[in-house]
C-alpha cells in the first residue's frame, strides 16, 4: 500500500505554497495593516487619546458601526428571504431577479451613491412622498442605512442561496408528516442549517458597510456629529495632510472591526460545532 506521502498531488509541495501563501498575504494584507499602526505609533499616546477621542469623531464610529449592525442585520433577515424565493420557486424573470441580485457588485459605488440620492432627495421619485409624512431619507442617517443595505445585499444572499440549494426538501416533508407546523419546521429544521452560512453573510455584510465610502458620502449629508461616517474623517485628515491622525483612527477602527469579526465568527463555529453534535 503506498504510503500518503507518495500521494501525487495537483498543486506543487506544503512548503512552496505555503511560503507563496504567506509571501501574497504579507503584501496584500499584514503589510499594510502593519504600516498602519507603525505611522500611528509615531504619535504620542495624549496625542493619540486626543484624537480618537475627539467628540466629533466618537460620532462618527456611533455612526459607522451602529449603522453598519443594523444594515447587516436587515440584509440577514431580507437576504435569507430572498434566496428561499430563488432557490424554492419558479417565476418569470426569476433569472432577471437572480441577476440583479448582483448589481451592487458591478456598479460603482459612486454611481450607487448617486442614484440612490436622486431617488430619496425631497424631490426624488420616493423622497416626494416620503418628506410629506416627516419621513427624511437623503442627507440624513436613513440615507446611510438605505445604502449599506444596498451594497451589502448581495453577500448575505449569495452565501445563504448554495446552502439551501443542497438542502434536501424531504426535510421539510418530514417535519412537516410529524406534525410540525411552518414555524417549527423552519426554526427547528430549516434555520439550524443555514445558520452558521447566515451568519458569514451577516459578517460580510457588516466587514464592507463599516469601509464603505464611496455610495454613503453622497447621501449622507456628512453634517457633523449627525451623519458623518469614520471613513470620511480618514479622508479629511489625509487632505489635511495629517497623516498620523488619520492612521489613529484608522487604528481604531480596524481593531473595533476585527474584535466584532472575530466574536461573529466565533459564533457560527459555536453554532457550527453545536449543529453537528445535535445531528
Known sequence: MASSSSTKRVLPGFHLTLGYAIVYLSLLILIPLSAVFIKTFEMSFADFWSTVTDPRIVATYRVSFGISLLAAGINAVFGLLLAWILVRYTFPGRKIVDALVDLPFALPTAVAGIALTALYAGNGWVGQYL??????VAFAPPGILVALVFIGL???VRTVQPVLEDMESELEEAASSLGANRWQTFFHVILPIVFPALLTGFALAFARA?????????????IPYVSEITPLMIITKLEQYDYTGATAIASVMLIISFILLLAINGLQA????RTGRTQ
Open 270 to 273: 459555536w453554532t457550527a460545532k
Open 210 to 222: 463599516v469601509g464603505e465610502y464611496g455610495s454613503v458620502i453622497f447621501i449622507a449629508g456628512n
Open 154 to 156: 448581495p453577500f448575505v
Open 131 to 136: 418628506e410629506p409624512l416627516g419621513i427624511k
